[in-house]
């Protein structure tokens, strides 16, 4: 179960996540996000995190040289395509830049689902959040989820990274219903908008440490039971 914790935006902040465990950090380049950072202090971030953490680059909607520019200049693990890319654009992001790529992709209904075909074997990676209200200035992070029960309807053989709406007290559901690889979290650890609370980033990824446990103990428990 990998945990990480987006939008990240100070050292404090960013060793707290390190410290209690993240498994990735995001740093937000979307300059209407509330979680924007300029490039220069993303780069010390980074710096901070390489070899603690992957470093993933949440970019929106870029063309493939300026996502390129951005892999010289801050050096992130992944890049994180947030907007409406379609797979040709993440085929040549991913080319352009040599490094993986995780598609997010936005779901509200049972015909979202079938988007995710698409990217399928074209992304690295892929990561299913709500879907942002129609004038939101920005497309992730607004603190919603949806029915996590849709995503039954996936190939149960499908990796993914779970997003939208999760907190410390509903991710162990979110955990147990949807049974992704991963969960990311943005505004469910922060006091306010862009403001990160350290002990919510300590409880997030306590809490999916302990549904991933749970989740594993009962998978090896009914597999022993079916050997019996």
């Known amino acids: 179960m990998r945990v990480k914790i987006c939008g990240l935006s100070t050292p404090e902040t960013l060793e707290a996540a390190l410290a209690a465990g993240a498994d990735m950090i995001g740093l937000n380049f979307h300059p209407r996000s509330p979680r924007h950072v300029e490039q220069a202090r993303a780069a010390g971030l980074a710096a901070l995190a390489r070899g603690r953490a992957q470093i993933v680059a949440v970019i929106v909607d870029w063309d493939a040289p300026r996502a390129a520019a951005l892999v010289e200049a801050v050096g992130p693990d992944w890049l994180q395509l947030h907007g409406s890319e379609t797979p040709d654009q993440v085929r ?19 015909a979202d689902i079938a988007a995710v075909g698409a990217y399928r074997g074209v992304a690295d990676g892929l990561l299913l ?36 709406g999760l907190d410390p007290a509903n991710v162990g559901e979110a955990i ?30 306590a809490a999916a440490r302990a549904a991933a446990r749970d989740l594993h103990d009962a998978h090896d428990f009914n597999d022993e039971a079916g050997r019996r």
């Open 92 to 110: 040549a992001i991913r080319t352009a830049t040599g490094r993986p790529v995780m598609k997010a992709l936005g779901v509200a209904t049972a």
């Open 129 to 164: 959040d709500a879907k942002p209200p129609k004038d939101a200035a920005y497309p992730g992070g607004h603190g919603s989820a949806f029915d996590w029960a849709l995503l039954r309807e996936l190939d149960p053989g499908l990796r993914f990274m779970l997003s939208g």
């Open 176 to 205: 147990r219903i949807a049974k992704p690889d991963g969960v990311d979290v943005a505004s469910g650890v922060e006091s306010a908008p862009g403001v990160k609370d350290i002990g919510r980033i300590r409880d997030f990824i």
